[in-house]
């Protein structure tokens, strides 16, 4: 079974500074997604970023950008310019390519705090 | 496009009570996702529906919780009964289909037993 852990359970940032986020994964599948979802105070789950794992190219959304080391299983999230709106908590997940397993397999998030 | 409707967003109840949440997917969506969010952790997965059929139910506790998902649109998730250990939120979510689409959640109902 997969297991996906976050190791930095808060972290914080000043506002308009960069800050990333750790997350390690293990898996014996060659072919898989990872994502990372945001989780403000409302609870709803969005989707941040996600990464193929045959792209080698690491996936970049505006000021969300990752650095995925397939080798070390290591998918962390770079956030830019950190803005108040960034505060959350901040899971990580995987998700097997294989047909007929979709579900996702979540970390215990990290909350982050943006100082102004 | 509306998004991922629950309800209640709330829910408090004595042990040994029954409740049902309640997910209305976005327009189009087949497959169908049940979390459990206990506190502290992740979202884990509890069901999930392509269109009407359960196709993953292995972490579902069949001896309380039951699921139903009719004509493949909107889907209820029952506990009875209820035990102080199923405080959690719990999280809807659907997609188009199961396959690399983006999953899209729900704000969640919060159930607390007491």
């Known amino acids: 079974a997969q297991t996906v852990t976050q190791s930095q359970p808060e972290m914080s940032v000043q506002e308009a500074e960069t800050v990333t986020l750790s997350c390690t994964y293990d898996t014996s599948e060659s072919d898989y997604y990872l994502f990372w979802y945001k989780q403000p105070p409302s609870r709803q789950m969005i989707l941040v970023i996600r990464q193929e794992a045959y792209k080698q190219q690491n996936a970049t959304e505006n000021r969300f950008s990752v650095n995925f080391q397939k080798a070390a299983k290591s998918f962390s999230l770079k956030i830019s310019d950190s803005q108040l709106g960034d505060a959350a908590m901040y899971f990580c997940?995987?998700?097997?390519?294989?047909?007929?397993?979709?579900?996702?397999?979540f970390g215990t998030g990290t909350r982050l705090t943006i100082i102004p | 496009e509306a998004g991922v409707v629950q309800s209640p967003r709330y829910k408090i109840i004595e042990k040994k009570q029954p409740v049902a949440f309640w997910c209305n997917p976005i327009?189009?969506?087949?497959?169908l996702y049940w979390y459990r969010q206990n506190l502290g952790q992740g979202p884990e997965l509890l069901i999930r529906y392509e269109n009407e059929e359960a196709v993953d139910d292995s972490q579902l506790p069949k001896d309380r919780f039951s699921a139903e998902r009719l004509k493949g649109v909107d889907s209820t998730l029952k506990i009875q009964p209820a035990e102080l250990g199923d405080s959690a939120v719990y999280l809807c979510?659907?997609?188009?289909?199961?396959?690399?689409?983006?999953?899209?959640f729900g704000p969640g109902t919060r159930l607390t037993v007491l």
């Open positions: 979510a659907s997609s188009r289909d199961g396959s690399y689409n983006e999953q899209f």
């Open positions: 327009s189009g969506h087949n497959t």
């Open positions: 997940a995987y998700r097997s390519a294989g047909f007929g397993n979709e579900k996702l397999t």
